[in-house]
DNA sequence: GATGTCGGCCGGGTATCCAG
DNA sequence: CTGGATACCCGGCCGACATC
């Protein structure tokens, strides 16, 4: 679960600047990581100003603090090495992630506009890190958005808060130790008190003014937006939100997404949850299929070395395939690496990996000719 | 001192309500 | 019904405080 977070913090298409910012390998402060961010980002606006602006632009040093923070709960930033974190390495696998490079590295200059709005790949991926990142909280906001369907931000704060966010806590407690772990209950202690107190207070005015609504502005919302930017929400006028269409057709499939803990949704995210999509991409044939799959695994391979999980590389296929358009599902893929692996049984093959149920493949790139 | 966390202040946009 | 006043609160900004 994300446990530290900012109002700030609301746009989750600055992420993928920080994954490019780390893409060598080596090490940088949170400092350094942010100063870069906010000096690459302080002029854009001068050059393509934006229409109507969202809430969470980095305009200040503190700001981009606060997303490289971010970065950090979201595992783009591996906290203990101050490099590059696992996600922040599969994102760079994405197509979309040229585009940052080439601002990073001072090739190009992007507008503000793109910095902040995710390709439907992206939306994916995102929801699947938050998936993995954000549990439990996020899937207690999900389950709590369907039923709702609409529903302002102040509803939208007490609920999160006094509800989802002390159940939440006690489910992840059992996973910290130490001073964390005392920090933790006192914190859940304190949580179960929140509507509690927030009733006791007279007037709006003195709430609204109080530690106890900061804390609440926090943590809520930017859950809210982060789930606008994933195109699950859409912003109504101020303060308000409803659930986009599409998401309110695939209910019961969503039910059962948010129902699974971290270590069993990739697989369904992958198979059952990304198919509801299809419909708008034309499906792709074994020849895109294994054409994309091998430029994934290139990129893989740079970023992890020999060690390309199996299930990754086909999951960052389907995601790459929709960035140009394509989709096919898990077995369609699954079946086209392993048609390959019989034909080259020397240059493409699977070994178990050190971790449970991971496969490690492995492709001899330069030999093979799909 | 550096780094990370918490939380208060307040400008200004927006919803609402009321008078005409 | 409509225009204007006003109460409300969103969201940006930044400083204080804690901890390493």
Redesign the pocket.
């Known amino acids: 679960m994300i ?6 913090a ?1 746009r989750l298409g600055y992420l993928r600047l920080i994954a490019c910012l780390l893409e060598d390998g080596s090490q940088r ?4 990581l ?1 100063s870069v961010l906010y000096d690459m980002l302080r002029n854009l606006e001068f050059y393509e100003p934006l229409t109507q ?11 981009a ?2 997303y ?2 971010l970065a ?1 709960e979201m595992g783009f930033i591996d ?1 203990a090495s ?1 490099t590059i974190g696992e996600f922040g390495k599969i994102y760079l696998c994405l197509d979309s992630a040229d585009k940052f490079r080439g601002f990073v590295e001072g090739r190009s200059i992007p507008s503000l506009n793109d910095i902040i709005t995710l390709n439907d790949a992206e939306k994916f991926f995102f929801l699947w890190v938050l998936l993995n990142r954000d549990y439990p909280m996020i899937q207690h906001v999900l389950r709590w958005i369907i039923e709702k369907r609409s529903f ?3 509803e939208a ?1 007490n609920q999160i808060m006094e509800e989802f966010y002390p159940i939440s806590l006690r489910k992840v407690l059992s996973t910290l130790n130490g ?1 964390r772990r005392e ?1 933790i209950m006192r ?1 859940i202690e304190e949580a179960e008190g929140f509507r509690k107190r927030r009733l006791q207070m007279g ?3 003195s ?12 943590i809520a ?1 930017p859950r809210l ?1 982060w789930l606008v930017d994933c195109g699950i929400l859409k ?6 939100y409803e659930i986009r269409e599409n998401y309110l057709k695939s209910r019961t499939e969503i039910l059962k997404l948010i129902s699974l803990k971290p270590a069993k949704l990739d697989n369904h995210f992958f198979n059952e949850f990304v198919k509801l999509f299809s419909k708008s991409f034309s499906t792709a044939n074994r020849y895109e299929i294994l054409k994309t799959m091998i430029e994934v695994y290139e990129r893989l391979r740079t970023l992890f070395g020999d060690e390309v999980n199996l299930s990754t590389l086909e999951y960052l296929t389907i995601l790459v395939l929709m960035e140009r358009g394509k989709f096919a599902d898990l077995k369609m893929i699954h079946g086209s690496f392993n048609s390959l692996a019989l034909k080259f049984p020397d240059k493409i093959y699977v070994i178990p990996g050190r971790k449970k149920n991971m496969n490690i493949a492995y492709i001899n790139v330069e030999e093979i000719e799909v």
């Open positions: 446990l530290e977070s900012h109002g700030d609301c402060s949170f400092d350094f942010a602006k969202p809430t969470g632009l980095i305009t200040r040093y503190v700001n603090r606060n490289v923070t950090a906290r101050q302002t931000r102040q704060m001073r920090q914190e007037d709006k005015i709430w609204i003014k109080s530690s106890q609504y900061a804390k609440y502005r926090h919302p937006e912003r109504i006028g101020r303060g308000k």
